[in-house]
Each structure stands twice: as structure tokens, then as C-alpha cells.
């Protein structure tokens, strides 16, 4: 059996439909209905899936009710059918990393192996790739942010989140293995982009100025500091990915999200290998 099987088979489908995020206001109560038979169904179908997952996805700031994360588990194996289609990548990683904001759970035996056999590696399909290298003709990439920036950024993220650091070290690799020009164009851009980021996070008293998003300097303001905000900053954000970081029991610090360790480990792995590497790589 493999690992999409395994997560259908230990998360048979909830007896009730979920409520509506926004539940609490009586002119607004309602439930989502039919959304197994949506995920099997057609490209509008497949946009009411992606509604339930925007509407409902600030689980954390909601409140970590049974039945969204109930009815998430037991859609997770169904969205891998149509993950690669428009927006559904990075709303399923926001929804995991609001689910799951610390490490993966023993949900089963194998759940977390399950996961990372799965989740990370949809931008590894071959629908992504045009031979050895990734395709610029498939739907995700454009310049503009919002296609192809949002599910690499956002499965990046996941990884450095959740991986051990022994499994930071052998992700680096597996990374700098693959030689192939596009490819190697955008891990830089997110290298590049997160060495900024890890620079922009660091304490006011440490890092007073930061560029805005037009790129002029401008004084930070402990109030207005977010890690979604740096993140944009960075050029790394990925479409609603304020689902994660921006709410009312968000953090603004990083380290709330990501272990130090794996971030060090990310940074030394990466001075390993030539075609990765950079001059001011942090932590050294």
C-alpha cells in the first residue's frame, strides 16, 4: 500500500459536513457540503474545494475545531489527484502548517513518513519537469508572483520546518544533485531571498532598517514587524501564506515557526557545495 493509500485508509470521511469559517455569525451559518464529491469532480468543483480550504484555513486563529482538522485529514489524500492545478499546492501546505504548527504528530504509525513521502515532492512530478530540468511552459511559472514563486517557496519552507537536521543535510544534497539550469536559477533565488529574510528577522535592535517592498530603505517598527511581511520583502512570500503568519495568535517571531537548529544546518549544507553557495551565506 503506498503512502497516499495508507493516509485514505486511516482517515475514513467524517459524519458530518464542516461549518463555515465564519460560523459564529448567525446571519452568515452554513456548512460545506458534497466535498468528496467535489475533489472527484470537474475544474468548478475542484474551486470549491480551493474555497473550503482559503475560507477555513485560519484554523489556528479560528480555533482549532475537530472538524476541520477531521475533514482536512481526510481530504489530504483526495487533493493529491488535482494538487497541481491553481492555487492548491501552497493553500494545502498553509492549511497543514496551521494544522500541524509544531512537528508532524504520531497521527498513525508512519503518518509523518506518509507525509513527506507526499506533500514536498508534488513539485518533483513530472507534469513540473520538461526533461532533466523544470518546465517553463507548465501553468505555475510566471514572473508575476503568484504562479510558479508561490508552490516552490511554500514546499521550501515546509521542508526547512519540518525535516530533522539529519534530513536538512541530505535534502541540501539531493538539491545541489540536480544539474539543471532553471532549476539551479530559482534555489537561488530562494537562497538568495531567504539569506535576506533570516537577516530581516533578527532583532530591531540589530537589524534597524530593512527594504520596503519597493525596495527603499525604511526604519522598522516593532509594531508593523511581521514575518510575512519580511518574507515578501525577501521575495519569497507565497500566495496567502498570511493564512500562516499574519492573525490574531500569529507570531512575528521566526523561531516560533522554525527550529535554529535546521536553519543552521540549511546554511552549512549549503556552503558544501559550489553550485549552491554564496558569499554572505548567514550563520557562519
Known amino acids: 500500500m503506498d503512502a497516499v493509500e495508507r493516509i485514505k485508509q486511516h482517515f475514513p470521511v467524517p459524519s458530518e459536513p464542516p461549518r463555515e469559517a465564519w460560523f459564529m455569525d448567525p446571519t ?19 474551486r470549491y474545494i480551493e474555497r473550503y480550504l482559503f475560507d477555513t484555513g485560519g484554523i489556528k486563529n479560528f480555533g482549532r475545531y475537530k472538524e476541520w482538522v477531521v475533514w482536512f485529514q481526510c481530504l489530504l489524500p ?15 501546505i498553509n492549511y497543514f502548517l496551521n494544522v500541524y504548527p509544531g512537528q508532524i504528530p504520531d497521527e498513525y504509525d ?10 514536498p515532492q508534488v513539485i518533483m512530478e513530472s507534469e513540473v519537469w520538461d526533461g532533466q530540468d523544470l518546465s517553463k511552459k507548465f501553468w505555475w511559472y510566471d514572473e508575476w508572483e503568484g504562479y510558479w514563486t508561490c508552490p516552490l517557496y511554500a514546499t521550501m519552507f515546509f521542508c526547512l520546518k519540518y525535516l530533522t537536521p539529519a534530513e536538512i543535510s541530505s535534502w541540501v544534497a539531493s538539491i545541489a544533485e540536480i544539474d539543471a539550469a532553471f532549476w539551479r536559477e530559482q534555489i537561488h533565488k530562494w537562497l538568495k531571498g ?15 532598517t530593512v527594504p520596503s517592498i519597493t525596495n527603499e530603505p525604511t526604519v522598522r517598527n516593532r509594531e508593523e514587524d511581521s514575518v510575512a511581511k519580511y518574507l515578501e520583502v525577501a521575495g519569497i512570500n507565497w500566495h496567502n501564506s498570511m493564512l500562516v503568519f499574519e492573525g490574531h495568535y500569529s507570531s512575528n517571531n521566526i523561531w516560533d515557526y522554525l527550529s535554529k537548529e535546521n536553519a543552521e544546518t540549511l546554511w552549512s549544507e549549503v556552503k558544501k557545495y559550489p553550485e549552491l553557495s554564496f558569499s554572505d551565506t548567514p550563520m557562519n
Open 110 to 119: 508512519g503518518f509523518r513518513d506518509d507525509v513527506l513521502r507526499t506533500l
Open 78 to 92: 483526495h487533493l493529491f489527484a488535482h494538487i497541481l492545478k491553481e492555487g492548491l499546492l501552497p493553500l494545502t
Open 28 to 46: 452568515k451559518q452554513g456548512y460545506y457540503t458534497g466535498l468528496l464529491e467535489a475533489i472527484a469532480g470537474d475544474e468548478t468543483d475542484i
Open 194 to 208: 531567504a539569506n535576506e529574510f533570516f537577516k530581516y528577522v533578527e532583532p530591531l535592535e540589530k537589524v534597524s
